[in-house]
């Protein structure tokens, strides 16, 4: 028999709360942030607003389904199933952080702040809830197909992140490594730089843009969030008698992957901006990134 639909809540602790548990009462966190030069009646309101949006999306989940609710803290202690409905409620950056636990499973983002958010990820009001979530496994359902890129070392250790992968030195230090592209006769080249970011169209948005912007967009175009096509960068690589500058920027196509050799005792690849989730990789190391085979189904 199969399961009924599960809807799994994701949202993260708001910075009031956050703010109370330090500071230990209303009060304290008050006279904190005043300090500051800040009104907590900002912080309290939003959180309020968050709060109200959790309740009303909770109530329109179909009562025959099953439901849970996930912190962001929690997602890689937590186990999806086939049958999830992941409905993320909070930022844009919420849905990026849960897209690396997925697979197939349709996410439906809900905007609890419409303004502060660009709301590139999270397309809807809480009220759309009411009429989104039964239907969003009904036939014809509207979905975007949002391109992922992966990680994969030499010892079998993988990483997914829907914006972009950064590999380099732990605290953006030099990192030395050697720099090739598959199909290019193994011709690899020695760098010394700050890391190499490797995005999607989603995350040309954000951290991947400002480096296209930064160098004048290099000749490249920026892919659309679904369009199967990354770029990567090398961030301020630095020319010697032993490492070069010839490769600094370029695409990759679906087939097509960067490969990454470690010449440093220690280098990490993390995805999104969790380095706290980074995948270590030392000496000989060889990491190969691309195009992910699995892609994120976002309602609407």
Same mark, same amino acid.
């Given at each position: ?36 030069? $800040? ?9 309020? $607003? ?33 049958? =999830? ?37 999270? $397309?809807?009001?809480?009220? =759309? ?54 199909? =290019? ?32 967009? =290099? ?37 097509? $992957? ?43």
């Amino acid at each position: 028999m199969s399961l009924a639909p599960r809807a799994v809540l994701v949202h993260r602790t708001t910075e009031y709360k956050e703010l109370v548990a330090r500071h230990g009462t209303h009060g304290q966190a008050a006279f904190f942030l005043a300090s500051r030069g $800040r009104d907590i009646e900002e912080v309290a309101e939003r959180h309020r $607003r968050t709060r109200r949006a959790l309740a009303e999306v909770t109530a329109a989940i179909p009562l025959t389904w099953r439901q849970t609710s996930l912190e962001r803290a929690d997602l890689d202690r937590f186990l999806f199933g086939p049958e =999830d409905v992941v409905v993320v409620v909070g930022q844009d950056g919420l849905v990026a952080n849960v897209a690396k636990y997925l697979a197939g499973q349709p996410v439906v983002g809900i905007d609890t702040d419409p303004g502060r958010n660009p709301g590139v990820l999270v $397309r809807h009001r809480p009220r =759309d809830a009411a009429v989104l979530l039964p239907s969003v496994l009904a036939a014809g359902t509207g979905m975007s197909e949002l391109t992922m890129v992966e990680a994969v070392a030499d010892d079998t250790q993988r990483l997914v992140a829907l914006n972009e992968i950064y590999l380099g030195a732990a605290g953006h230090q030099t990192a030395r490594y050697r720099l090739g592209l598959d199909g =290019d006769g193994g011709v690899a080249e020695a760098q010394a730089s700050s890391g190499v970011l490797v995005g999607t169209g989603t995350g040309a948005t954000g951290w991947i843009r400002s480096v296209w912007q930064e160098r004048g967009g =290099d000749g490249l175009d920026l892919p659309a969030p679904s369009e199967r096509r990354l770029l990567w960068f090398v961030r301020e690589a630095w020319p010697s008698p032993a490492t070069g500058t010839s490769l600094v920027a370029g695409e990759l196509s679906a087939t097509h $992957r960067l490969s990454l050799t470690v010449e440093s005792e220690r280098l990490i690849a993390f995805g999104d901006g969790i380095e706290s989730d980074a995948v270590e990789l030392t000496w000989g190391q060889r990491v190969t990134v691309g195009v992910c085979e699995e892609r994120l189904r976002l309602v609407g």
